[in-house]
T-cell receptor, first 110, second 112 residues
């Protein structure tokens, strides 16, 4: 157990809808990262937050947004969902260099 | 930006044999190189990491070597066991993890 929690574990929704994925980092970690992993694909970095501020952006679509709250948990919002957004979404947290991953949220868009 | 390549994409070994996975990176400023193991349906789990001021690091059956000049690093697993079967990802980063780039992964199968 990495200490990073993600909810929900599974999410099934329809095209055009909006969903919110939630992540709670390890106690003491200030950074939160979001990744997308499509079927049999690698880990695509989406965005990083550090202590509430956006720190780095990767290949995140404009339909996607994220934020980190004062208690350091983070939410990833996915809107106008498309079939191709179906994937595993991972959150990771860190205090220094090492990132610790949560168990992921599996999103299925029908 | 940084680019990380990883080979092979799939690897099958007999139980008890060794497995080696190699990664190359492009940015000479990268200074932190972790390896993650991802089992089916789970999140990636850190198994070992190495920093640029070290050439080799071992942890029981797992070792990582780094060649900064050639810009490549390798994961070595000895005495493989069926539970080592998973997808392994290498990564490279600099600036305290701000620029984390993962390799595409290697699917390791350990045959009993």
């Amino acid at each position: 157990d990495s200490g990073v929690t993600q909810t929900p574990k599974h999410l099934i929704t329809a095209t055009g809808q909006r969903v919110t994925l939630r992540c709670s980092p390890r106690s003491g970690d200030l950074s939160v990262y979001w990744y997308q992993q499509s079927l049999d694909q690698g880990l695509q970095f989406l965005i990083q937050y550090y202590n509430g501020e956006e720190r780095a952006k990767g290949n995140i679509l404009e339909r996607f947004s994220a934020q980190q709250f004062p208690d350091l948990h983070s939410e990833l919002n996915l809107s106008s969902l498309e079939l191709g957004d179906s994937a595993l979404y991972f959150c990771a947290s860190s205090l220094g260099e090492t990132q610790y991953f949560g168990p992921g949220t599996r999103l299925l868009v029908l | 930006g940084e680019n990380v390549e990883q080979h092979p994409s799939t690897l099958s070994v007999q139980e008890g044999d060794s497995a080696v996975i190699k990664c190359t990176y492009s940015d000479s400023a990268s200074n932190y190189f972790p390896w993650y193991k991802q089992e089916l349906g789970k999140g990636p789990q850190l198994i070992i990491d190495i920093r640029s001021n070290v050439g080799e690091k071992k942890d029981q059956r797992i070792a990582v070597t780094l060649n900064k000049t050639a810009k490549h690093f390798s994961l070595h697993i000895t005495e493989t066991q069926p539970e080592d079967s998973a997808v392994y990802f290498c990564a490279a980063s600099k600036n305290y993890g701000q620029n984390f780039v993962f390799g595409p992964g290697t699917r390791l199968s350990v045959l009993p």
